[in-house]
């Protein structure tokens, strides 16, 4: 029984009350009136002028439908309630959003409603794929990213990952905040209307956007399938998997779809293509199937011609608004960009000042210090004068001290000149005295063999002469043994046998040699004392190294024998 049959008296007016994605609204409508003008009504206060697009869905016995605009509300059914309840959602969906959205209402309403068909699941998505629309839901919701203001936890709750998604990945809620908040803060300076078209753009090309399911039967008996309709065409879908179509209807493909009562009929384009009917058990949803395929395919073939006068002055004010838009989006971000300068300007005045500040306190104290230490340094400027005029007087010292020494320096190379050339004459003597020892020793050598043959040549006289004074008679016997000593001169001759020896001679040779022998010893004294002498001048200029490279002789090395002679001064002679 309807509202209208309630009482003979029927009200004027009945509520409802419309929600739609971002509000509900509630009004007061005639009883006679369409369901075009209550669409209208909505269209009207929420600013909406691409109509074509959205609907007023409504509940009937746990099946969607739409309310149909040239019926009266109330002849259609809808559900007996004081206030009727309605769902103001898009009924149809663009091939290309980015061409067809006009209005930003528009598209605010698609992505707010495809939005929520993501997250219930009403379209899959990849996860990967939901983290970028979630992060591009977020910069249409929050705006650019800022560290400062967007502390960890803040998407805490929001709703932006399907459940299937939170529950196929071991991870937190903040690891899933941490990776949306990466993509986020990537989109910094995009405007909300350009984040919803993002967010739109890449949800149209998920397998499932768009389509409305109903269940099928390809013959009365078996084979369950899933009919879709979307603004493609018609698309076959096992019921198991609703993202690849086992078969596909293009709109441009379809030469006439036929209904009659339970079977659907889908005739192609092409005569030669086997017709494809399929079964459906509800009488409701079949009427929605019909409802959805006349209304789809003529949106697919606007689309393809000419837009009409009014679609053109929306798309030609569309892109007036979004210039105008722009420009003030870029009006602001200069103001907001001069608005931080001048803040970073004002915040480095500030630390300038600050900065200044603290400058200027320490230099008054260190100008206190400074005062302090002027009459430090005063003091001290005093005594280093002082001590500046003795240091003068000590550097004159010091020169003439440095002069003196140089003068010394002078005499005493003079002096090591001379001490050398002495050096090198002892030298040379002592050369000459070793030469003369070795001359000496070979004379004295051969004055000992001289000797030694004059000792053997007298020996062999004596003995001669012995026998040659020999009596041969006994008279003899009473000379004496020996010559007298006071004999000069002994001349023998016997036959071919002569002997001449003088000892004067021998006496004469001895003398001599002694003489030179007292002679050499003197000299060498001599030198040796002049030896000794030219070392203790040595050793008073310090040059004992130099001595000891040049081959000084010591005393030890220059105490020549004093037996050299000793032979000849211990020669006797026996005559």
Same mark, same amino acid.
């Given at each position: 029984m309807s509202i209208m049959g309630l009482k003979k008296k029927q009200p004027k007016t009945f509520k409802v009350k419309v929600i739609t994605m971002?509000?509900?609204?509630?009004?007061?409508?005639?009883?006679?009136? !369409?369901?075009k003008d209550l669409f209208d009504l909505v269209c009207r206060t929420i600013g909406l002028r691409e109509t074509w697009?959205?609907?007023?869905?409504?509940?009937?016995?746990?099946?969607?439908?739409?309310?149909?605009?040239?019926?009266?509300?109330?002849?259609? =059914?809808?559900?007996k309630e004081d206030p009727i309840t309605f769902?103001?959602?898009? /009924?149809?969906?663009?091939? /290309?959003? *980015? *061409?067809?959205?006009?209005?930003?209402?528009?598209?605010?309403?698609?992505?707010?409603?495809v939005k929520k068909q993501i997250l219930d699941e009403e379209i899959y998505c990849s996860p990967e794929a939901s983290v970028l629309l979630a992060s591009y839901a977020v910069q249409a919701k929050y705006g650019d990213y800022d560290p400062n203001f967007h502390k960890p936890g803040f998407l805490a709750q929001d709703e932006l990952l399907p459940k299937r998604v939170l529950k196929q990945y071991q991870m937190t809620a903040d690891m899933w905040e941490e990776k949306i908040t990466a993509w986020y803060a990537e989109h910094r300076g995009i405007a909300r209307d350009e984040a919803e078209m993002e967010y739109l753009k890449i949800a149209q090309d998920l397998e499932m956007y768009g389509v409305n399911y109903f269940p099928i039967t390809q013959n009365k008996r078996d084979t369950d399938l899933l009919l879709g309709v979307d603004a493609l065409g018609l698309h076959i879908y096992?019921?198991?998997? /609703?993202?690849?179509?086992?078969?596909?209807?293009?709109?441009?493909?379809?030469?006439?779809?036929?209904?009659?009562?339970? =079977?659907?009929?889908? !005739? %192609?384009?092409? /005569?030669?293509?086997?017709?494809?009917?399929?079964?459906?058990?509800?009488?409701?949803?079949?009427?929605?199937?019909?409802?959805?395929?006349?209304?789809?395919?003529?949106?697919?073939?606007r689309r393809r011609k000419?837009?009409?006068?009014?679609?053109?002055?929306? !798309?030609?004010?569309?892109r007036e608004e979004k210039a105008r838009k722009k420009m003030e989006r870029q009006r602001l971000a200069r103001e907001k960009k001069l608005r931080e300068e001048a803040e970073r300007a004002k915040e480095d005045l500030e630390r300038r000042?600050?900065?200044?500040?603290?400058?200027?306190?320490?230099?008054?104290?260190?100008?206190?210090?400074? *005062?302090?230490?002027?009459?430090?340094?005063?003091?001290?400027?005093?005594?280093?004068?002082?001590?500046?005029?003795?240091?003068?007087?000590?550097a004159a010292e010091a020169e003439q001290e440095r002069q003196r020494l140089e003068v010394t320096a002078l005499k005493t190379k003079e002096e090591k000149r001379l001490m050398e050339q002495k050096m090198r004459e002892a030298e040379l003597i002592a050369v000459k005295l070793v030469e003369e020892s070795e001359r000496r020793s070979k004379e004295a050598e051969q004055l000992k063999q001289d000797l030694n043959e004059a000792r053997e040549a007298e020996r062999r006289a004596k003995h001669r002469l012995l026998e040659i004074t020999k009596p041969s008679y006994p008279v003899i016997a009473s000379y004496p043994a020996h010559p007298p000593a006071d004999?000069?001169?002994?001349?023998? =001759?016997?036959?071919?046998?002569?002997?001449d020896f003088k000892d004067t001679d021998m006496k004469r040779l001895s003398m001599e040699i002694e003489r030179e022998r007292v002679e050499y010893m003197e000299k060498s004294k001599h030198l040796q004392e002049q030896l000794k002498e030219l070392k203790t001048e040595i050793e008073a200029l310090k040059l004992e190294e130099r001595q000891a490279n040049m081959?000084? %002789?010591?005393?030890?090395?220059?105490?020549?024998?004093?037996?050299?002679?000793?032979?000849?001064?211990?020669?006797s002679f026996l005559l």
């Open positions: 971002d509000a509900e609204m509630e009004f007061s409508c005639e009883v006679k009136w !369409k369901g697009f959205f609907g007023l869905q409504f509940i009937v016995k746990d099946t969607f439908a739409w309310l149909k605009p040239e019926k009266r509300v109330l002849d259609q =059914e809808v559900p769902h103001f959602l898009a /009924k149809f969906y663009p091939e /290309k959003v *980015e *061409e067809e959205l006009v209005q930003e209402i528009t598209q605010h309403l698609f992505f707010l409603q096992i019921p198991d998997n /609703k993202l690849s179509s086992k078969k596909s209807f293009a709109w441009s493909g379809i030469r006439n779809i036929s209904y009659s009562e339970k =079977e659907f009929t889908i !005739k %192609p384009l092409d /005569k030669k293509a086997e017709v494809f009917k399929f079964y459906s058990s509800q009488l409701r949803v079949n009427k929605l199937i019909l409802q959805l395929c006349i209304e789809n395919h003529d949106l697919f073939m000419v837009d009409s006068i009014e679609v053109q002055q929306m !798309k030609a004010q569309a000042l600050y900065q200044l500040q603290d400058e200027s306190r320490l230099a008054n104290e260190a100008l206190i210090r400074s *005062e302090e230490t002027a009459d430090l340094l005063a003091e001290k400027a005093q005594i280093a004068e002082e001590e500046a005029k003795l240091l003068a007087q000590k004999v000069g001169d002994l001349n023998l =001759e016997s036959g071919s046998f002569k002997f081959g000084i %002789p010591t005393n030890a090395t220059m105490e020549f024998s004093d037996n050299a002679y000793t032979p000849l001064s211990n020669v």
